[in-house]
């Protein structure tokens, strides 16, 4: 089964991108991801 969360911007803090992970996966999905607001590529973290 998987889930949909949220990956939030570390810089600005916008909520940017949604994605599906696996149920039972306990850490922190991190991505390098493009942040149309810094207008650069960031790091994104999921949120809960």
Do not use: S, W
Not at 18 to 47: A, N, S, V
């Amino acid at each position: 089964m998987r889930i949909k969360v949220i990956l939030q911007c570390t810089e600005c803090m916008a909520r940017n991108y949604t994605i599906e992970k696996q149920k039972g996966d306990t850490k922190r999905f991190e991505m390098k991801k493009f942040c149309p607001t810094c207008g650069r590529h960031t790091l994104h973290r999921e949120t809960r």
